[in-house]
């Protein structure tokens, strides 16, 4: 069956440290793989994806995410957290065949601490 | 994303009750999905749409239905509500001509069912 990870609730880091949060999936063939944040009352925004190519992938807010296909990992970072990172994170996947569907992980808080 | 909204954005109801939540969206996109959000179990989705005339149940439909009525409309009725349906429940939209297929999501409704 087709599943995403996130294998840490939540995860606290201090301004100015580099943030990882982690991800890990189970779908057959190479999947495409995103990241959302989701802000307080607000909705999912879109922050990056892998496509293919290159393994580090560059999005928005100054976000990067690293994809690993022998640990089927795409773990998103950040080299400097700002407080203003504090939300909830998803990771998502779909298959290349034309499903559309996607298969979300179950969240991380982060949580950036002055 | 506020080419995709969301009415009403914040719903009390009662047990038993019909509701139906609606979503709108701009960008001219084919596809439209509802999912909704529980604390710990990240986004399941409940139906998607593929076009028009195309309507297929997703991971959790029972006690919800849904309703294309134009491109760019997509309402979730919940037939008969129970508490267990209170939610956070989002609309997305994605465009079938890219092969990726990144979703955007609406601002949500929160939905309480007493």
């Known amino acids: 069956a087709q599943s995403v990870a996130q294998p840490e609730d939540q995860v606290n880091v201090a301004e100015g440290n580099p943030l990882t949060v982690k991800c890990t999936y189970s779908?057959?063939?190479?999947?495409?793989l995103f990241w959302y944040v989701q802000y307080p009352n607000r909705g999912l925004q879109f922050l990056l994806k892998?496509?293919?190519?290159?393994?580090l992938v560059k999005g928005s807010y100054g976000f990067e995410a690293e994809f690993n296909k022998s640990q089927t990992s795409f773990h998103l970072k950040k080299p400097s957290a700002l407080v203003s990172d504090s939300a909830l994170y998803f990771c998502?996947?779909?298959?290349?065949?034309?499903?559309?569907?996607?298969?979300f992980g179950q969240g991380t808080t982060l949580q950036v601490k002055p | 994303d506020a080419d995709v909204t969301q009415t009403p954005r914040n719903r009390i109801t009662k047990t038993g009750k019909r509701i139906m939540l609606e979503c709108s969206q701009t960008?001219?996109?084919?596809?439209m999905y509802w999912y909704r959000q529980d604390p710990g179990l990240g986004l399941r989705l409940i139906y998607y749409?593929?076009?028009?005339?195309?309507?297929n149940k997703g991971e959790i439909s029972d006690g919800y239905s849904v309703s294309r009525q134009a491109q760019a409309k997509f309402s979730l009725s919940l037939e008969s509500a129970i508490p267990n349906q209170t939610a956070l429940y989002f609309c997305?939209?994605?465009?079938?001509?890219?092969?990726?297929?990144?979703?955007?999501f609406g601002p949500g409704t929160r939905l309480l069912v007493l």
């Open positions: 997305a939209t994605s465009d079938n001509r890219q092969p990726q297929e990144t979703q955007y």
């Open positions: 779908v057959s063939g190479n999947p495409y």
């Open positions: 892998y496509i293919t190519g290159d393994n």
């Open positions: 998502a996947v779909r298959e290349r065949r034309n499903t559309g569907k996607l298969i």
């Open positions: 960008k001219g996109h084919d596809r």
């Open positions: 749409s593929f076009d028009v005339k195309d309507i």
